[in-house]
């Protein structure tokens, strides 16, 4: 089915602020509703340094709606490069007429000041202020939307594991007797170790190779954390990778450089994604911080985008815009809050320390060598879980709300509309004919006009 297939009647201007994945992708399915939307982006260019990103069968599934290229992966679990993403969403959203400035930073977000001037100001770090029908937060887990707008401190707390980032060019690998096999493969490796993991793929038509290393930070010694960001490059070498086997170190040192970032956790869930205004929305990370490297962000943050747009193109009046940002919330928040769980008892999983859980663990994956079927266990769980989460359907998700509670309430306040116009007329008749004027008059609607006179 193809993603967004109504236009709004209703064209609101937006800023988004943020173009990471979630910001790009929900400025192009706003956009294809027919909204007028501008995105603001700090980084000066999209090609950083990055590594791999899964993208699983409920995101390559709106992929393939989106882009022709991805066409023929059906619904497959895809391993891409981040950066490769990143760009195919921002082609996307200019191709399709979103105006998308880059290096530009922006300090705080403020709601509209009164009832006459409700349009929320985008303050950018050059002191220029722009404003919008709607804001939305697509600044990632760190958001400054939601410590300005939302007036939220960030309690992040570090939950002890950096993550390292990285990609092995397939020449380097195809050397290595060890590891030649692992670069041709359609396989995702990944190494468990005592609290520690490696996950790894084949990216860019296994020309590249994907690493990325969970590591408890007392071990990886005090020197690596990092702050919680993508932004922080450093050279391999500069970790002492001994406490690793020595095919894995092998491995490592083909790495030219590394992305390092940390795991977070933040105390509290929030509340409300959308502010008192009603004119600021949170989006993405934003909205519900993940952690580096999970499995199914990118699916959580691109539908977060489908079922927004979704709901926004069936806007015809502003008196709506409050319950789509409900509905948005209610149809999101449960999902991610499901499988972000999911995502972590995952990681978890595979970064068992010593100890029975992990005894348990081995033997459940026994089966996975032999022939013969394992029905039971922790991987089976594993992967019906999986199933349930790869078969959402987003758009249908916000189709299904739109036709059971958004049409079904818009009826009925057409009625009462109607039955509002129908009466308003016979005052008017009624004024008219005992010879009254009227001034500015306000609609039903909201839109104000000044030059309708009876
Ligand atoms: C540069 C980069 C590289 C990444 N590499 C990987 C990777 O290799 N593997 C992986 O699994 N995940 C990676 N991620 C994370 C992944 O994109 C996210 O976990 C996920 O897609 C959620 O996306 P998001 O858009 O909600 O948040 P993010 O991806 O964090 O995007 C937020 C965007 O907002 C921008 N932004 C933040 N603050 C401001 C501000 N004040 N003004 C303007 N713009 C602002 C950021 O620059 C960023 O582009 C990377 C993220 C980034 C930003």
């Given at each position: 089915?193809?993603?967004?297939?109504?236009?709004?009647?209703?064209?609101?201007?937006?800023?988004?602020?943020?173009?990471?994945?979630?910001?790009?992708?929900?400025?192009?399915?706003?956009?294809?509703?027919?909204?007028?939307?501008?995105?603001?982006?700090?980084?000066?260019?999209?090609?950083?340094?990055?590594?791999?990103?899964?993208?699983?069968?409920?995101?390559?599934?709106?992929?393939?709606?989106?882009?022709?290229?991805?066409?023929?992966?059906?619904?497959?679990?895809?391993?891409?490069?981040?950066?490769?993403?990143?760009?195919?969403?921002?082609?996307?959203?200019?191709?399709?007429?979103?105006?998308?400035?880059?290096?530009?930073?922006?300090?705080?977000?403020?709601?509209?000041?009164?009832?006459?001037?409700?349009?929320?100001?985008?303050?950018?770090?050059?002191?220029?202020?722009?404003?919008?029908?709607?804001?939305?937060?697509?600044?990632?887990?760190?958001?400054?939307?939601?410590?300005?707008?939302?007036?939220?401190?960030?309690?992040?707390?570090?939950?002890?594991?950096?993550?390292?980032?990285?990609?092995?060019?397939?020449?380097?690998?195809?050397?290595?007797?060890?590891?030649?096999?692992?670069?041709?493969?359609?396989?995702?490796?990944?190494?468990?170790?005592?609290?520690?993991?490696?996950?790894?793929?084949?990216?860019?038509?296994?020309?590249?190779?994907?690493?990325?290393?969970?590591?408890?930070?007392?071990?990886?010694?005090?020197?690596?954390?990092?702050?919680?960001?993508?932004y922080e490059v450093i050279p391999t070498t500069s970790i002492d990778f001994t406490p690793y086997a020595p095919s894995i170190q092998r491995l490592l040192a083909m790495v030219p450089f590394l992305t390092r970032t940390r795991f977070m956790k933040r105390a509290e869930e929030l509340e409300n994604w959308s502010d008192d205004s009603g004119r600021i929305v949170l989006i993405g990370e934003a909205a519900h911080p993940w952690f580096p490297g999970g499995s199914h962000i990118s699916s959580m943050v691109v539908e977060d985008a489908v079922v927004f747009g979704t709901l926004f193109s069936h806007l015809s009046d502003h008196s709506q815009i409050g319950s789509f940002l409900s509905a948005y919330q209610e149809l999101r928040e449960a999902r991610t809050k499901v499988v972000k769980q999911e995502d972590i008892t995952n990681a978890q999983l595979v970064m068992l320390p010593y100890g029975p859980d992990r005894d348990a663990r081995n033997a459940n994956m026994a089966p996975l060598s032999r022939t013969d079927d394992w029905d039971e266990g922790i991987l089976k769980r594993e992967l019906d879980v999986f199933a349930e989460i790869f078969c959402y359907e987003a758009e249908d998700a916000a189709e299904e709300w739109w036709v059971d509670w958004g049409r079904f309430s818009q009826r009925a306040k057409g009625q009462q509309q109607q039955s509002y116009q129908d009466d308003h007329a016979a005052d008017a008749g009624t004024h008219q004919q005992m010879g009254f004027m009227y001034g500015a008059v306000t609609s039903v609607t909201g839109h104000h006009s000044d030059d309708e006179e009876s």
């Open positions: 089915m193809p993603t967004i297939q109504a236009t709004a009647s209703l064209q609101l201007d937006w800023i988004i602020v943020g173009g990471g994945l979630s910001g790009l992708a929900t400025a192009y399915v706003l956009r294809k509703a027919g909204h007028r939307v501008r995105v603001l982006e700090k980084l000066q260019k999209l090609d950083v340094p990055a590594a791999g990103l899964r993208v699983p069968p409920n995101l390559s599934k709106i992929f393939k709606d989106w882009i022709a290229v991805m066409k023929e992966t059906g619904g497959d679990f895809l391993m891409m490069h981040h950066e490769d993403v990143h760009k195919m969403l921002y082609r996307l959203a200019v191709e399709a007429g979103v105006t998308v400035e880059l290096g530009v930073e922006v300090v705080a977000v403020e709601a509209g000041q009164s009832d006459e001037s409700p349009e929320p100001r985008v303050v950018l770090a050059s002191g220029q202020v722009y404003t919008a029908d709607l804001v939305v937060g697509a600044d990632g887990p760190t958001s400054i939307v939601r410590q300005t707008a939302f007036d939220i401190d960030d309690t992040a707390e570090p939950v002890g594991v950096t993550v390292l980032g990285g990609i092995i060019p397939a020449d380097a690998m195809l050397k290595d007797p060890d590891w030649s096999s692992f670069v041709l493969a359609d396989e995702w490796p990944i190494f468990m170790g005592p609290r520690r993991s490696l996950c790894c793929h084949p990216v860019r038509a296994k020309k590249e190779f994907s690493v990325q290393l969970f590591w408890p930070n007392d071990e990886a010694g005090p020197d690596n954390v990092g702050p919680e960001s993508w």
